[in-house]
């Protein structure tokens, strides 16, 4: 697909934000993208987009649990057809927020139906008890995604973090075996030699399980992922650079490989 044909959605309800961030990073990648509040979507519907975006932010307040509200209304009211464009193998992101949303539908971790509404996992309370906002390193666990494709397997890479609710819990130890076997878990929290975190605190910033950050579906073309690449997209974003940027962070590549994929779609 020539990229001037393709188009990304970045969703949006009250609470949300980022999506403008996301738009910007898309448009500089060169795929004209549209930010929708979800009323426009389910109007509109999402069989004209190669990508779906789930920002951060705080949907609806995240009132009884993070992203717990809007993932229940994504599933009512957007579920046939979300569960359509992950089926058709196209890409959907959710990032803090958005994975917490993603988290919600059951469209990930992925292991049934997607968007079939029932939670396998959540993303819980920070075992610090508090919001943590801060630069951390990722240490890529998996290729098995397109949003890894710009990317080398143990790469470290620095991405920034802003949440409260980032700690990965699953249904079942069995259900974290599957993850690392079938090469699901994406991102890890790691040390500043690039070993994973071990719980560390605060390289590992909530607690997660195996310092997840990010897994995928089991066709790769779903992702979540708690750090921010938006906010590491630019070098000025980047917080110890010193006198001269480098023109672009580490988060760029996440997207680049994003578009990658859909080049050959």
């Known amino acids: 697909m020539k990229l001037k044909q393709a188009k990304a959605c970045v969703l949006r309800v009250g609470g949300t934000n980022c999506d403008l961030e996301i738009k910007a990073v898309l448009t500089e990648l060169g795929i004209n993208t549209d930010v929708l509040h979800m009323n426009q979507a389910i109007k509109r519907g999402l069989s004209e987009y190669q990508m779906l975006v789930f920002p ?16 229940k209304e994504v599933v009512t009211r957007l579920g046939k057809d979300l569960e359509r464009f992950i089926d058709e193998e196209k890409l959907v992101l959710g990032i803090c927020n958005g994975f917490q949303v993603l988290v919600e539908t059951g469209a990930l971790p992925g292991d049934g139906a997607s968007a079939s509404g029932i939670p396998t996992a959540v993303l819980a309370n920070n075992n610090s008890a508090k919001y943590e906002c801060r ?49 699901r878990v994406v991102f890890r929290y790691a040390l500043e030699d690039g070993s994973p975190a071990g719980g560390k605190y605060p390289e590992n910033p909530n607690g997660a399980i195996f310092d997840i950050a990010g897994i995928c579906n089991k066709k790769g073309n779903v992702m979540g992922m708690m750090p921010h ?37």
Not at 234 to 260: H, N, R, T, V
């Open 56 to 71: 951060g932010g705080f949907s609806y307040g995240d009132y009884v649990r993070a992203g717990a509200i809007w993932g």
């Open 135 to 183: 630069w951390v390193r990722l240490k890529v666990e998996s290729k098995k995604t397109p949003f890894t494709s710009a990317l080398n397997k143990d790469q470290v890479i620095a991405v920034p973090v802003g949440h409260g609710e980032g700690r990965l819990v699953l249904q079942s130890e069995g259900m974290l075996e599957d993850l690392i076997s079938e090469r």
């Open 229 to 265: 690449p938006e906010r590491a997209f630019y070098g000025w974003q980047l917080p110890s650079w010193g006198g001269e940027p480098p023109e672009f962070g580490d988060g760029k590549a996440i997207f680049e490989g994003a578009i990658a994929y859909i080049k050959k779609m």
